[in-house]
């Protein structure tokens, strides 16, 4: 089996004015869509993040790619995420997901790798998380992922979508956000976006979540390393009396140095509330000291940054070995996407918490699935009983991604320049804030 | 596809009288043969550790291997390699590798993962390591295996084998031994298994081999764990001085605690010599310990005890995020795990060592490959442009192996029992023995 066509498809998904520590989203999100096509016709896709330099990235491998036989492509080229030496450190805590150059090329990698399974599953009729070694969950849980957020739903114009979820500015807005979001799909737990409103607000939108929603429901935030030191520690410490221990404080400082210091003030006042992180620790050579620090409990995996779904198991196997818990971080994407990280999570033993998805905000009209959006039933993605990821493109709503790409002007990820234009011109990103 | 019949060979294969801190190897080794057959007729297989014991694991799962689909079998019995909680440890000193009970579960899930990827691959036309990620190699590097050893060359009455290599109880004998297997193989460097004679000896043995050989092919010694802590770093000081740094000190003090401080004292000489390990760390579960001591700066790993293929590539990107060197561990083996061996390390990409193996020991009367013994040319395996592991069974030779089981009494290894029988009736093994 050779491949013999690769096409990239640039997309421009609608996308609501969700605020974090990172400023605001745009109208628009931007994603890649990747096809690979084999001698005997099969089409293998994959979806990862968006813009000119993520579509440059995958098409400078196109000598790389076409002539390949797809079970040997991983393999050929594995130094993009193997690095050399001991690995090299990827973190940063400035750019936002998918726009940090010193992880293009895990980023690609992982891309390739999708769509080479998803061709393999296809043409021997097996779904992917059996070609990785295989399910140990057929379904696989999501956490509801409320934002506070600004009135509207995406999209710009006559392009803009149905304002779904609302204005949600306060914590009573919150509360009914995630409500409306859990009798939707059925989500068991809670990843709350944080680090957007003073910490006092952000501490009562916690107490009043988990007051509506009782204690079964795991709360977690996230205020992506926007307070400091003595700041995380007073939130954990509300956290923990309020949720008496259950959830996680993720990313609540910046770096693993404040992490771990966070930590070693809460182990001090009995709190043993675990910090995750997708900032302190972003790659494997970012673990050894964190591991030292003991500066980050739990490790947000992503197929999508960390080098594709053999390497999120690796890294699941390295965290079981070190007594760290393991989550999955999301960005905002489509159903293909979803499908991928469904299917590396069912092939991955060691997964201890729900995994993120911003696939809520999302809209059926930007679904590029076909059939329309992957359903989320009790929480869950179920794995179907379909070959590869189990999906396939609906062409005429890819062609109409692309025409929004081509349309409006967002080419790369700006959280801090939307935060100007739509809510202050004044915004910058200060780490710590508060 | 589905699992419709397993069969389970246990052989016994001619072994020369090789000596090692464990003791004598018997006449024979025993090995067990695996054999996967699908609804479609795809016949898998697998070579593991031998006796009854392993027989009755591999037996046991039958009610979950009849019926299963080779791509899912893996996940379903993961819980056997993944444990519960944070990994279980494994390690122990004194038993030979294959009669640990702690990694009876791993063990056998292993034999079963091969033969599921042999199954997978022979039916989808694909070599086994490009079904697990994609071959970084083509060709796999091992080491010639210089063992002391006494006059033999395995079997027993009219079935003893040609004394291929002679007594080898001196330095000199010894290097006439490399020599002889670098000759026949092109090995390029040389793994020399020590604990055996004095120290003295060894280290003369050592030298000899280094002057005979030349300063281009790495030397190592393993003395399975014979030493004191002061005879540790006496060798390791004469093998500095010898080597000027090359090669590796494998297991030469019993346990994570004596490992940490033959390191320490070492480097506080300034001399880095590498301390390389199957003994103080076999599981995921001793890894952060001996990561916190600087214990083990080498870990071997074996896919026929570390629970497969996909384990030892977990290892393997473990070990080069804690800046790890990977080496593979051998045990007597014929050219079904020879291949498996090769396969695997075609798709480990931080395999930074030559791996070992006992393949020379064995005898060509005693493989059970169709069409004879596995070639290893300029000290290389060469991945076959064939589906699965590559060999087929020689069912003659197979049953011959079987009916040496049954002929003659071994029925688990127990080196110091041969010895006993063998060289001195009062024989124990005693660690330190240095």
């Known amino acids: 089996m050779q491949i013999t066509a690769l096409r990239i498809h640039p997309i421009a998904i609608a996308d609501p004015p969700l605020r974090s520590s990172y400023g605001l989203h745009a109208p628009y999100a931007l994603r890649t869509v990747l ?22 990235q995958l098409e400078a491998l196109r ?9 040997r492509l991983t393999g050929f080229l594995s130094p993009m995420v193997e690095g050399q030496g001991g690995g090299d450190a990827r973190s940063q805590t400035y750019l936002v997901p998918g726009e940090n150059p010193l992880d293009a090329n895990t980023r690609t990698y992982a891309a390739i790798e999708v769509a080479c399974l998803d061709i393999i599953g296809k043409s021997v009729g097996q779904p992917v998380c059996d070609l990785i070694g295989g399910r ?7 956490s509801a992922y409320p934002f506070y957020k600004h009135a509207g739903g995406g999209g710009e114009g006559d392009d803009a979508r149905e304002d779904e979820y609302g204005e949600a500015l306060s914590p009573a807005a ?29 501490i009562e939108t916690i107490k009043q979540l988990h007051r509506a929603l009782g204690p079964q429901v795991p ?29 996680y404080l993720e990313d ?11 930590r070693r003030r809460l182990i001090a006042e009995g709190i043993s509330t675990p910090l995750a992180s997708n900032v302190a620790v972003t790659s494997f050579a970012d673990i050894p000291r964190s591991v030292q620090l003991d500066a980050v409990q739990i490790i947000l995996c992503d197929h999508h940054y ?27 994407h489509l159903g293909v996407s979803l499908m991928a990280m469904a299917h590396v999570a069912a092939a991955t033993p060691h997964l201890t918490y729900a995994c993120d998805t911003h696939y809520p905000w999302q809209s059926a009209k930007d679904e590029i699935v076909l059939g329309g ?13 379909k070959p590869g990821l189990g999906v396939e493109l609906d062409y005429d709503q890819l062609a109409r991604g692309c025409g929004r790409y081509a349309r409006y002007p967002y080419r790369k990820r700006d959280d801090e320049a939307e935060m100007r234009r739509h809510v202050d011109p004044a915004w910058r990103r200060v780490l710590p804030r508060w």
Chains 1, 2 share one sequence.
């Not at 609540?252 to 966070?262: F, I, Q, R, T, W």
């Not at 959006?373 to 009983?385: F, K, N, S």
């Open 35 to 56: 096809e690979l096509e084999s001698d005997d016709g099969v089409v293998g896709i994959a979806e990862t993040y968006g813009g000119d330099a993520q579509v440059r």
């Open 306 to 332: 960390w080098g594709g779904m053999r390497q999120v198991q690796h890294l699941a196997r390295l965290a079981k070995s070190f007594g760290l818990g393991l989550s999955m971080h999301s960005n905002s």
């Open 174 to 202: 919150l509360v009914k956000q995630v409500q409306q979001m859990i009798a939707k799909y059925g989500f068991g737990s809670i990843k709350f976006k944080g680090g957007v409103l003073e910490p006092e607000i952000e």
């Open 373 to 385: 959006r992957v359903p989320i039933i009790a929480g869950c993605v179920r794995i179907p009983d």
């Open 219 to 247: 709360l977690r935030i996230d205020p992506n390393s926007a307070w400091t030191v003595d700041t995380s520690v007073r939130v954990g410490r509300a956290l923990a009396e309020e949720l008496g221990g259950g959830g």
């Open 252 to 262: 609540p400082s910046a770096g693993l140095d404040d992490m771990a210091e966070v």
């Open 136 to 142: 140990v969950r057929d379904e696989v849980p999501f």
């Open 63 to 71: 000598p790389q790619i076409i002539g390949a036989n797809p079970y």
